[in-house]
């Protein structure tokens, strides 16, 4: 989710649309309004004050934030980014997002996010690494394997995830692999977990397409964004039969109408922005997204399908890949023209999943193979599906309302069964 993309005419705050998909989910469910208020406001926002010295010797101040929303269902769980654009409420919004999509996955998490105001891209491999070491050690009293476990997210990777986590279990005095997820596997990591957000969109496609009597063989996808998600769900539509016929960066997209033999494009993690360089026919992001396919899967950032263009989506069934990559606007525009979109809170919660799979495997110090990974993440998404797919069908509503339905039920039965205390 690194690539950058066209600019929203219509931007709209993370907590907006969080707060909005609350009341919107809470309408369709009898629950005490009570927990609806707590629900809008996170639990605590810790913001801390990260210098650093740069390489030249002078110091930089940079502000960091972690903000834990709900843990009624287990500890806190959610990303750290570095991005210049971080901030208290961005935190603060994200936050609420996983929360609903570790509620959706019925994973015994929490939802929580974070950051360090900066811009990584301007930072020596050296200069990243004391960022992260004292942003770990001004934040290391509110984490822990059972208090907050962070993940990598914007801007952040394994490496910044092995540097936390020692710096984390150096001041706790021995080593704490649990403590964060998203490591590369020889300090704790689990297989399969960079590729799993990806792999969680393939499969909620290839599901979507079943729902509506399409075969995945021949089904026409376009991908925007060729970063981690966005390029192993394309090569997994793609080995399952799907015509991949566009794939993007932020310098445009490529576009072959009978098919891009996707393995052959470099990621943005194995080439950044080498896309455009390995195709005959470039157009801009703005025109993939209006392409006549049958599936499109927006991968880069959020906010791209806004007010301005929803009207022309030609694709008939739209998967989130990216989190947040439609307006509320656009949703309401794209449900009126009978396009499904199937929401972020399940389509790329498989990051999320994986991860607590490598908490699992960290607590018990034992690992899993690959296979066990992805063996064990398609019986989670497909249960998630189904549970999705139930309400869906019973209250008819759109599939990002029957996710966040099955989200907040979840939610709110936890309150109840613990109450309030004192």
Partial sequence: MEDSTVESTEPESALETAR????????????????????????????????????????????????????????????????????????????????????????????????????????????????????????????????????????TDPQTMAWLMDAYSMQEGETTPSVVTGKPPVVGGSEGREEAPGRSVAIITKQACEYYNSDLDGTTVAVQGYGSVGANAARLLDEWGATVVAISDVNGAMYESDGIDTAAVPSHDEEPEAVTKYADDVISNNELLM??????????????????????????????????????????????????????????????????????????????????????????MQAAWEAVRTEFEQRDVTWRDAAYIVALSRIAEAHEARGLWP
């Fill in 20 to 155: 909005r998909q609350l009341h919107h989910a809470a309408s369709h469910l009898d629950i005490d309004q009570n927990i609806v208020e707590r629900l809008k406001h996170p639990k605590k926002v810790h913001e801390v004050t990260v210098p650093i010295e740069r390489d030249d010797g002078t110091v930089d101040v940079f502000t960091g934030y972690r903000a834990q929303h709900d843990s009624v269902r287990g500890p806190y769980k959610g990303g750290l980014r570095y991005h210049p654009e971080v901030t208290r409420d961005e935190c603060v919004g994200l936050g609420m997002w996983m929360t609903w999509k570790c509620a959706v996955m019925d994973l015994p998490f929490g939802g929580a996010k974070g950051g360090v105001a900066v811009n990584p891209k301007e930072l020596s491999s050296g200069e990243k690494e004391r960022l992260t070491r004292r942003f770990a050690q001004e934040i290391r009293d509110v984490i822990g394997p059972n208090r907050d476990i962070p993940a990598p997210d914007m801007g």
């Fill in 291 to 380: 392409l006549d396919v049958d599936v499109l899967i927006p991968a880069a950032l959020g906010n791209v399908i806004t007010e301005a263009n929803a009207d022309a989506i030609a694709a008939d069934l739209v998967v989130e890949g990216a989190n947040g990559p439609t307006t509320s606007t656009a949703s309401t525009i794209l449900a009126d023209r009978n396009i499904a979109v199937i929401p972020d809170i399940l389509a790329n919660a498989g990051g999320v999943t994986v991860s607590y799979f490598e908490w699992l495997q960290d607590i018990n110090r034992r690992s899993w193979s690959l296979e066990r990974v992805n063996d064990e993440l398609e019986t989670e």
